[in-house]
């Protein structure tokens, strides 16, 4: 069966490629709804899934100097102690495994849903930002102390939901960033949000195998065989087809996913 999830992997990495999202977003229900996975198993195993595939992506992005580190660190500030504190509670005081399973059904559906609004109303978050009219240099966006401490709450948030559901790093993240901070590019925000994911994943990741248990490391090598080069051949051809297609179809199916999880 290990063929199966590498070209599970294969797809979603694919996925990933051509529209820069929805690794988690699509392989954990996947798992869940597609294989019969454990909820617990899939949530875990692709945190680290997550993190391992998006380290390539900060490299090349901290190498062109698009990556925000105070940004990203003031998210991680928040969303890195949030995650250890998820663990540790489902670690020490643990639940029955069916309510355990059913808390990370339902919040991974909501999670799902909440991912295809901020991706279908991605570009109007800039609009609505209360910072986005302000003057000023792009170094000043990581100045007042407000946005500071919403950077950090936002990331807390980002944490229990990444840490529960392994979703919502990428799609919410991104769409927190262009929120907080309207004047910073495109490829700023891709990177800096990625700058933020992995180090949240491989946390909430550790976390899941070495106090809960719960990632298949047979499974997540299996992934990764299909994703790598899923994720080289559809960020080749991304460039040909239109960004906002591509969004509008991914977050239609992460509607009719999330409802499917929630009922």
Do not use: C, N
Not at 21 to 46: H, Y
Not at 88 to 116: H, M, Q
Not at 188 to 207: E, K, S
């Amino acid at each position: 069966m290990d063929w199966i999830y590498t070209l599970a992997g294969l797809g979603v990495g694919f996925t990933v490629g051509l529209t820069g999202v929805g690794g988690g977003a699509l392989m954990t229900p996947l798992l869940v709804l597609g294989f019969g996975i454990s909820p617990a198993v899939a949530v875990g195993t692709d945190l680290l899934y997550a993190g391992l595939t998006k380290s390539g992506g900060v490299w090349v992005h901290s190498r062109h100097g698009t990556v925000q580190w105070k940004i990203a660190a003031w998210l991680a500030a928040g969303s890195v102690p949030a995650s250890l504190v998820v663990v540790g509670l489902l670690r020490w005081f643990p639940v029955d495994k069916s309510v355990f399973e059913a808390i990370i059904t339902g919040t991974l559906g909501f999670t799902l849903i909440l991912t295809a609004l901020a991706l279908l109303f991605k570009d109007r978050l800039k609009a609505w930002s209360p910072w986005s009219r302000r003057r000023g240099a792009v170094s000043d966006e990581i100045k007042p102390p407000r946005r500071v401490a919403a950077t950090i709450a936002i990331g807390a948030v980002l944490g229990v939901l990444v840490t529960l559901t392994s979703v919502g790093a990428g799609a919410l993240g991104a769409a927190a960033l262009f929120f907080l901070y309207p004047r910073l590019s495109a490829v700023q925000i891709v990177g800096t949000d990625l700058a933020h994911a992995v180090p949240l994943t491989l946390v909430a990741g550790v976390g899941h195998w070495y106090l809960l248990g719960t990632v298949d490391a047979t499974l997540l090598v299996s992934l990764l065989m299909g994703s790598l080069p899923g994720i080289w051949l559809g960020s080749h051809l991304g460039v040909s087809i239109p960004e906002k297609t591509l969004r509008t179809a991914l977050a239609g199916m992460l509607m009719l996913i999330g409802g499917r999880l929630i009922l």
